[in-house]
């Protein structure tokens, strides 16, 4: 039986190895075998039935093509955190993605609050999804924090580097950090830090499967970014049995829960070093956060978000421009 051809355009490819390839070659892997998938970082022609675009901004040459070439054919638009919490209010490329979507998809359970009104009603909800591991034992002897994300201002790698400082006296606390240096100057301050202070580790880019080994061997993962659209490392976290320590934005919360209790501000590197030192002390605290977070971890499975992209791009395909809010 002849299958219907899909593209999913994400400017991002293998070779950034980021948030948006991931999401693209997760999807693809979960729509195929019901639809020949393409990937491509960008479209100018083809005759695919419909087209799903990562980033609003990034691919907005790509959706307008589409739009121009075949203004009858569904296009899904999924956004991304700098999408959602900077550019649709200010950049005119990303607007006109939002207006020309048939459907948006958000990837966390708060995202639709930053559409506007008119935009909402054609807006789901899909969860991000990795598969489940089992918690490892955690060494009593210290409380080893991981932060995972590359080093550039929207992860806000400082936050972490100046509670590492705040830190340097205390023992029994050891802070690493996972993510390539992106921006060359935040890889030098990580470096010199490194060097200067035996709590604070750089990792570096490490392949995912040392990453996801290492997230289930920390007793917490602190994600201290400014934007998110619904970081994948903290769903890894959440399936792992980690508990999280997370900056207070919609992208963090709306995967841990809007009254998750292990949050702090955005910069406030005084809150987290305070949150890692109770960490330490009260033993209880950790069990308290993974208490919180065991009963969200089904709705990271895999099969939920294939089940709810299916459903999605099947009722697209078949004319269902309605009815899209989860």
Known sequence: ????????????????????????????????????????????????????ALHARRSAASVAAWRATHPDRPLL????????????????SA??????????V?????????????MRGKCRVILQS?????????????????????LREEKDPRTYFRAARRLA???????DHIG??????????????????????WLGALPHAATRRRIQAAHLLVHPSRMEGGAHVVIEAIRSGTPVLASRIEGNLG?????????????????????????????????????????RAPLFAPEAERSALRRLVAGLLAGDRQGCKR
């Not at 060359?184 to 202070?197: C, K």
């Not at 069990?287 to 065991?294: D, K, M, N, V, Y």
């Open 130 to 150: 990795c598969t489940a591991r089992r918690p490892h034992t955690k060494t009593k002897r210290h409380l080893r924090a991981l932060m995972v994300g590359h």
């Open 169 to 175: 006296g205390r023992t029994g606390i050891a802070l």
């Open 180 to 201: 390539a240096a992106l921006d060359p100057a935040l890889g030098a301050e990580a470096a010199a830090l490194a060097a200067a202070q035996a709590n604070y580790r």
């Open 77 to 92: 638009l999924a956004l991304t955190g700098t999408d959602l919490y900077r550019d649709i209010d200010t950049d005119a």
């Open 255 to 295: 995967l841990l829960g809007s009254d998750y209790p292990g949050v702090f501000e955005v910069g406030d590197d005084a809150a987290l070093a305070s949150l890692l030192e109770r960490a330490r002390a009260e033993p209880a605290m950790l069990t308290s956060l993974q208490q919180r977070l065991a009963p």
């Open 1 to 52: 039986m002849h299958r219907k051809i899909l593209v999913i355009v994400t400017p991002a490819l293998a070779d950034a190895n980021n948030g948006n390839w991931q999401t693209a070659r997760r999807w693809a892997r979960m729509l195929h075998g019901a639809y020949d998938v393409r990937l491509a970082a960008h479209w100018s022609r083809g005759d695919e039935a419909l087209m799903i």
């Open 95 to 104: 607007q006109h993605s939002l207006a020309a979507a048939d459907a948006l």
């Open 106 to 118: 958000v990837l966390n359970e708060l995202g639709a609050r930053r559409l506007p009104e008119p």
